[in-house]
């Protein structure tokens, strides 16, 4: 009987031990699980956020973007007769243009095309030369200096505007760097660039002192793609 004793102690020892592991394995799984439930909540729940931030920007109206126009320390409108149209200087030759920044001119022919043509541009950003033969193609142009580059306000009211504006309504929004030439007049960090045509061709320019949705939607109004030396070419 001693013996049978101990058995059953030893086997009900064992089954305790057996059901403790058990359980702790039990517990461990449902902590994993709900630590996994808890990851899944958090990347869904930023996910979730995310897309409704970029609805809510797709979303966003135009005249939302930066100030209003009276608000937008924007020069008078400049203009002066153009030239350059057709005129193409070998590729990798820098030109010297006489504005800043340029709004038409001899160009490369060697024009944006296809995946290289974009709406907002930062340290990607084409030769001037090639943004110029854009111009010639109807492309409103945005040029924004460095000391814009270095506001995240405006670069963010940029960004904004760029996906407002997809590549088909032909509105570029790129940097301008000391290396391209001299800089723009003081408090205005923003030109709007504009080459019209085919007949009594201009070059247009608007700088303003702050991003204005306004300002560039009514810009654009008045300076359509089609109005342009070259309307209609890529």
Request: aromatic share 12%; proline share 10%.
């Given at each position: 009987m001693g013996k049978s004793s101990k058995d059953r102690d030893r086997r009900?020892?064992?089954?305790?031990i057996r059901r403790e592991q058990q359980s702790k394995e039990r517990r461990r799984t449902i902590v994993v699980m709900l630590a996994c439930l808890a990851v899944g909540a958090i990347i869904i729940g930023f996910a979730a956020v995310q897309y409704l931030d970029n609805r809510r920007k797709e979303n966003r109206p135009v005249s939302d973007i930066g100030a209003a126009a009276s608000a937008a320390d924007c020069q008078p409108v400049?203009?002066?007769?153009?030239?350059?149209?057709?005129?193409?200087?070998?590729?990798?030759?820098?030109?010297?243009?006489?504005?800043?920044?340029?709004?038409?001119?001899?160009?490369?022919?060697?024009?944006?095309?296809?995946?290289?043509?974009?709406?907002?541009?930062?340290?990607?950003?084409?030769e001037v030369e090639r943004l110029v033969h854009s111009l010639e193609h109807g492309y409103t142009i945005l040029w924004y200096d460095e000391t814009a580059a270095a506001d995240s306000a405006t670069m963010s009211d940029l960004e904004a505007l760029a996906d407002r504006f997809p590549v088909g309504d032909r509105l570029i929004i790129a940097p301008w760097t000391a290396e391209d030439g001299d800089a723009f007049p003081d408090g205005t960090p923003l030109a709007l660039t504009h080459w019209t045509g085919p007949s009594n061709q201009q070059g247009i320019w608007q700088f303003c002192g702050k991003v204005s949705g306004d300002v560039v939607s009514d810009f654009m109004k008045?300076?359509?793609?089609?109005?342009?030396p070259e309307p209609g070419a890529a």
């Open positions: 009900a020892i064992a089954e305790q400049k203009r002066r007769n153009a030239e350059g149209s057709g005129q193409h200087a070998a590729t990798g030759t820098p030109i010297d243009y006489p504005d800043t920044p340029p709004a038409y001119g001899e160009h490369w022919g060697n024009y944006l095309m296809g995946a290289e043509i974009k709406n907002f541009y930062s340290d990607d950003r084409p008045e300076f359509p793609a089609g109005n342009a």
